[in-house]
T-cell receptor, first 111, second 114 residues
Framework: SQQGEEDPQALSIQEGENATMNCSYK?????LQWYRQNSGRGLVHLIL?????REKHSGRLRVTLDTSKKSSSLLITASRAADTASYFC???????????FGTGTRLKVLA | KAGVTQTPRYLIKTRGQQVTLSCSPI?????VSWYQQTPGQGLQFLFE???????NKGNFPGRFSGRQFSNSRSEMNVSTLELGDSALYLC?????????????FGQGTRLTVV
């Protein structure tokens, strides 16, 4: 399979806690993007990190990228019930415009 | 600025029929990609169009086809529908002129084949 792998598959935390999810991929990339999906609806773009970047922040989100390990992590700080969703990483396949999605992490934030 | 618009939102078709889904990208975006999402296979890339040309194609049978018009709107067609084609079909748009542009998704079309 060309898909990336994300772990954990599911994560349940209390409101206010931090949530960390990881993504591993297989091929060389130009960039990696993280998305959120609520209940089988469309994907919301969260952040793009380029292959020459190691860390990126956006509000409560922090993304890291380790190209030597072919992995990325998404940290959501001070989580809220509204963060409950599935989170996906997507990598451009060998620098093409074809994006390969990970299997996703289902995050549940308990109020 | 309007987002990516997909129509229809929901569709029920019978096996053997064909279906056409539509995607209007964000204004100014010239790249449109299509994905199929199912519980078993996750998000799978179908194809990508840029300025009316297909640049990339996923591993789907020839029953799945697409096209892009001069205004960047795109359509996806599935012929001879099978039960396994039931899925959420998502399209994404981006500027597409470099490999570092963000891709924005529509709400999807949920296709049910009965």
């Amino acid at each position: 399979s060309q898909q990336g792998e994300e772990d954990p598959q599911a994560l349940s935390i209390q409101e206010g806690e931090n949530a960390t999810m990881n993504c591993s991929y297989k091929t060389s990339i130009n960039n990696l993007q993280w998305y959120r999906q609520n209940s089988g609806r469309g994907l919301v773009h969260l952040i793009l990190i380029r292959s020459n970047e190691r860390e990126k922040h956006s509000g409560r989100l922090r993304v890291t990228l380790d190209t030597s390990k072919k992995s990325s992590s998404l940290l959501i700080t001070a989580s809220r019930a509204a963060d409950t969703a599935s989170y996906f990483c997507a990598t451009d396949y060998r620098g093409t415009y074809k994006y390969i999605f990970g299997t996703g992490t289902r995050l549940k934030v308990l109020a | 600025k309007a987002g990516v618009t997909q129509t229809p939102r929901y569709l029920i078709k019978t096996r053997g029929q064909q279906v056409t889904l539509s995607c209007s990208p964000i204004s100014g975006h010239r790249s449109v990609s299509w994905y199929q999402q199912t519980p078993g296979q996750g998000l799978q890339f179908l194809f990508e169009y840029f300025s009316e040309t297909q640049r990339n194609k996923g591993n789907f049978p020839g029953r799945f086809s697409g096209r892009q018009f001069s205004n960047s709107r795109s359509e996806m067609n599935v012929s001879t529908l099978e039960l396994g084609d039931s899925a959420l079909y998502l399209c994404a748009s981006s500027f597409g002129d470099s490999r570092d542009t963000e891709a924005f998704f529509g709400q999807g079309t949920r296709l049910t084949v009965v």
